[in-house]
């Protein structure tokens, strides 16, 4: 599956943390996008889609939340609960987020600016389209 | 002074909220670099200099901080509290942070990667430099 666990370095000492995240260098893309995700209510899942090209670097820079994730073959869970923790994610996993904390923020930079029509929102849809995106990646292999 | 408060939009729903940030459209600089500042402890300053060219955009994206920004003229205290607030921040003016609640995380998208050469820490400095770039500002205009 296109995903990937990074750790950053934690710039701390006694008074605080910093982490740095700087484009082509310990984010693997150039960076056009940061979202934010925050005052998520009890029990919403968010999510629920995939992207044809979007790469992304999601960090829960506050509290936690969990992650599903599908190339199509079959889901894995992610927890997100470490601000020097970041999960990457390339083209064509379906995600789906929930159990947020109360306090959580979730910060996700992205590689591509926000693009309505990049996004499979049906999971039908998504396996028909992993499925040959596989076969087109396994072809090229 | 070189600073201006930026409100943006919350896309948000009963579900929760969501900010988006992109580079040279609702944020006017190519974002190279991104950082953010957690688990300060009470009674810490951070900050303490300025930049000679660097432009920075901060948002508090959870708790609160008080920001001192003195250009050369004296300072101004600005409180960040609230997600959709940024604070953007032009060359040489000299910022210190303080008032961190336990749960702030201080997000900040910068136009250049890290350069310890574009740090102003002497405040003595600052002030001769910021009189010289004020001058020529002047002149300029």
Redesign the interface.
């Known amino acids: 599956m296109d995903i990937e666990r990074i750790h950053f370095q934690q710039h ?1 000492d ?10 082509e ?1 310990n984010v693997p893309f150039e ?11 009890p029990k ?1 899942h ?1 999510g629920r889609h995939a992207h044809r090209h979007l790469r992304q670097l999601a960090v829960a ?2 509290g936690s939340v969990t992650i599903l994730l599908d190339d199509g073959t079959g889901p894995v869970e992610v927890v997100l609960n470490d ?1 020097s923790q970041g999960l990457l994610l390339g083209d064509m996993v379906w995600r789906e987020l929930y159990d ?1 904390s109360d ?1 959580c ?1 979730l ?1 996700v ?1 992205a590689d591509q ?2 693009d309505p029509a990049d996004y499979i929102t049906d999971y039908d849809e998504f396996l028909r389209e992993a499925n040959g995106y596989r076969r087109v990646e396994g072809a090229v292999a």
């Open positions: 701390g006694h008074g605080g943390q910093l982490v740095s995240l700087e484009e260098r960076i056009r996008r940061v979202y934010y995700i925050f005052a998520t209510q919403v968010r820079v506050r601000p947020f306090d923020v910060m930079l600016f926000y």
